[in-house]
């Protein structure tokens, strides 16, 4: 089928406000959010509802069109975008957005699949109720992207990832057909659980359309808690006495190191050093809790007073009041736009090991690194509750582009050898999608891809559903391995 007959029948399914072909419409479908990775695609398809989205798939089916589901396009992995040269569609959820209902007694939300998270948050918080899913993209993302990446955020701590979150899914499948699985239930063992295969697909085995959320009961206080420990070990000894003192009352328990800081103090306006002397190694604890007034801050000044005198803390601030705890998360969040700020060469990993690890890997990491490469530094911050650090290695000075992109491969993989060594993660919150391809050859198992692949192919034999992503090709020479040119460097950024 021509282009021309293949628009002319997706307009007779979504109407003129559903689809878009002019140039300058198409380009921000076209690009992902860091600007990294480029694509191009014939028209962008905004379908109203799963009706919708099921005939614009069957076509696509029948007329082998390969499809890129988007949402509010923040991922960071390129998974989002057409690639250069594939002849996608994109699919735009963005009009499916309502809020479908609130089940306040069964603690349960169903949205569709375009809800952008934040508006999700509200209308949990207008039942009285939390929906926990939180990230610094959630006035933009939608809760489609958020389960097809299965975000992580700031309180996995204490609610765990998207996929913990979710008790029901409507899917469109590859072939067309529509799978309601929007069941609100909290128990259901009848067979395979379905939903979590779609969850952290991105994309490439169905459409999200439709979602049943899980809601919790809604903090009425909180306690925020900067505070200097001497080493790495001592913050996951300090994080064990939070949980014996506080229970579950912990959201959020973040490590920093001191250059972190160093860059957050020289490039972002308004920011001070909280306490007198400078440290090592920082963490930032939230503490979350039903009760109304102080008793949590009173809770966690106990519990910080009792880590001091064991030598885990050497100082520490509570924050008296909402805006002091937005200045300590301040701190902690302008860690990478100051990190970029910062003249010379950034090469970004998203990893995970296990909690017990992470001292063992930030000490072996930055020997190794060092050794390897003389001057370089690291910029170690994240979620050290979840095991998930933000392992950033910079080089100062500017490098060519061709010698930042040798330098960007062995420095990842000097750092993810490290990582599979400890049977960590290359890839803890961000995905895939186009620019972990290499990683997934180099240290998925076979046995683990032969897996991927044969649920791929049964949900879509065809390959039309976001070709290119998750999945390398079985050469191994998927667009991770040629994408080891000048671009490589800034993938890192
Ligand atoms: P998109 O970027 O549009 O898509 C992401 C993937 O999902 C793509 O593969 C796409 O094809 C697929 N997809 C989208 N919608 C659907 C659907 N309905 N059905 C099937 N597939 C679909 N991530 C974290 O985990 N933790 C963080 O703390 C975090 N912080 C961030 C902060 C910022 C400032 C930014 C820009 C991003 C951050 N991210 C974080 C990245 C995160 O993955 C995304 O923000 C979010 O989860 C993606 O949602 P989206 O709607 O933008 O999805
Ligand atoms: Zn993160």
């Known amino acids: 089928m021509t282009a021309h007959t293949l628009i002319e029948r997706l307009a007779a399914i979504v109407g003129p406000p559903g689809l878009l072909t002019d140039p300058g419409d198409l380009e921000p479908y076209t690009v992902d959010w860091r600007g990294v990775h480029r694509g191009a695609t014939p028209a962008v398809v905004r379908p109203a509802n799963a009706a919708e989205v099921a005939a614009v798939v069957k076509l696509c089916a029948e007329t082998r069109t390969p499809i890129v589901p988007q949402g509010g396009n923040t991922g960071m992995c390129g998974a989002s975008v057409p690639r250069e040269k594939g002849g996608e569609i994109v699919l735009s959820l963005a009009r499916m957005n309502r809020i479908l209902g609130v089940d306040a007694l069964n603690n349960t939300l169903s949205v569709e699949a375009g809800c952008i998270l934040a508006n999700i948050q509200q209308a949990a918080r207008e039942a009285s109720r939390l929906f926990p899913l939180s990230l610094g993209a959630e006035g933009s993302c939608q809760i489609g992207g958020n389960l097809s990446t299965n975000a992580g955020g700031v309180n996995v701590l204490r609610y765990g990832n998207t996929r913990d979150l979710v008790l029901g899914l409507e899917v469109v499948l590859p072939d067309g057909r529509i799978w309601d699985g929007m069941r609100g239930l909290r128990k259901d063992n009848t067979g395979y659980d379905l939903k979590q295969i779609f969850i952290g ?284 040119t000048p671009a490589l460097a800034d993938r890192y950024r």
């Open 201 to 484: 697909a991105e994309g490439t085995l169905g459409v999200i359309t439709a979602a049943v959320l899980k809601l919790f009961p809604l903090p009425r206080s909180g306690a925020t808690a900067w505070a200097a420990v001497p080493s790495p070990e001592a913050a996951l000894e300090l994080l064990a006495l939070l949980r014996s003192h506080c229970g579950d009352k912990m959201t959020a328990f973040e490590l920093i190191s001191r250059n972190c800081l160093d860059l957050v103090l020289r490039h972002i306006p308004g920011t001070r050093d909280p306490l007198p002397a400078p440290h090592g190694w920082y963490v930032l604890a939230e503490l979350g809790d039903v009760r109304e007034g102080g008793a949590i801050r009173a809770e966690l000044e106990g519990a910080l007073g009792a880590a001091m005198e064991r030598g885990l803390a050497s100082d520490a601030v509570i924050a008296e009041n909402a805006g002091q705890s937005q200045g300590l998360w301040k701190l902690r969040e302008t860690i990478p736009e100051a990190a970029r700020a910062e003249p010379g060469m950034l090469y970004r990993h998203d990893i995970a090991v296990a909690v017990s690890r992470v001292p063992a890997f930030i000490a072996e990491a930055q020997a190794a690194l060092q050794a390897r490469f003389p001057g370089i530094d690291v910029i170690c911050f994240g979620h050290l509750g979840d095991g998930n650090l933000h392992y950033n290695a910079f080089v100062p000075g500017r490098l060519r582009a061709d010698a930042a992109a040798r330098e960007a491969n062995d420095v990842t993989q000097c750092v993810f050898d490290i990582v599979a060594r400890h049977h960590g993660s290359f890839s803890a919150e961000h995905g895939i999608g186009q620019s972990k391809l290499l990683e997934m050859s180099r240290y998925k198992a076979g046995v683990e891809l032969e897996m991927m692949r044969a649920l791929k192919a049964t949900f879509d034999p065809l390959g039309i559903m976001n070709p290119g992503k998750v999945l390398p090709d079985e050469s191994g020479n998927g667009p991770g391995r040629t994408e080891a």
